[in-house]
């Protein structure tokens, strides 16, 4: 595709048909890349807000963040599958239970350890290699896949565009939607964002710090199921799938700043159609995708260590 770029910047003008035609096809490229960096930014924001929602209350590192997505892909899988339920009911399901198994992991592993922030971050990523030796163990790593819930496509402007992802990318829209409303409209909303501007206030105030960020890795956790459950007919289901989408979701975080909720946001749509510019233009180098990430991540590290919307945190913190 980059060719059509190099070739229509030389034509000249009135070459008839074969301009128009390359004006087409790179109409079609643009409409690919814009589709293709909505979806990717989306699913990006979701799995980078739920992080960052953690890391402002408790300051926790959880790098095994990604792995709860592919548990939940697994359980819908399972669910569908082997249970024979609907996607849909497959999808509450696993979302609940994945929520739960959350909750479960930062009782047992996390809330004893966090105070101290490497403790958290070692134990973290041990937790998400268990669960991808898990995950190997039990399917073999072998390539899966689970329907889609709505078949078919609809042509926009010569591209298709599945129903699957109209689908995934209004979804992840509205539970966007309604996590802010979760934040600025409850109770729960308002102590969180109290517990993450500052816990000490915060405690002196009446509030349960320590329920709120139990609660809070509980709304973090289940955001990433809402991921998975969201992304999973759209891709393969393999024990290293979270691999990637951490290492964009640690970019997004860095790159928007450590604990903005408004700077994952916009990092994850930055890095999806950045994302999307590599693959369409580059199809040959598109395993460089997550490199590109790290590359902006390290700029951004380097000019604004704060990230785009960060600020710096006090010391004793």
Known sequence: MIGIYLELACLPAGRGFGDWNLRYNMALLIIDIVISGLISGSVFALLAI??????GVARIVNIAHTAFYMVAAYCIYVVTHKMGFHPI???VIAIILVTLLGIICYKLFINPIREHEGAVLIATIALAMAFQEVMGLIFTGTYLSVPKLINGYHVILGVKVFYQQILTFCVALLIMGVLWVLLTK???GLAIRS?????EVANLMGINEARVAMMTMGVSVGLAALTGAVVVPLTVLEPHMWMHPLIMMMAVVVLGGLGSLKGSFLGAYILGFAEALVVFLAPMGAF???SVALSIMILVLLIRPEGL???YFEEER
């Open 50 to 55: 739920g992080f960052s929602l953690i890391f």
């Open 195 to 199: 517990t993450a501007q500052d816990r």
């Open 288 to 290: 460089l995708k997550g």
């Open 89 to 91: 009911w497959a999808m």
């Open 186 to 188: 409850t109770k729960l």
């Open 309 to 311: 919307f960060g600020v």
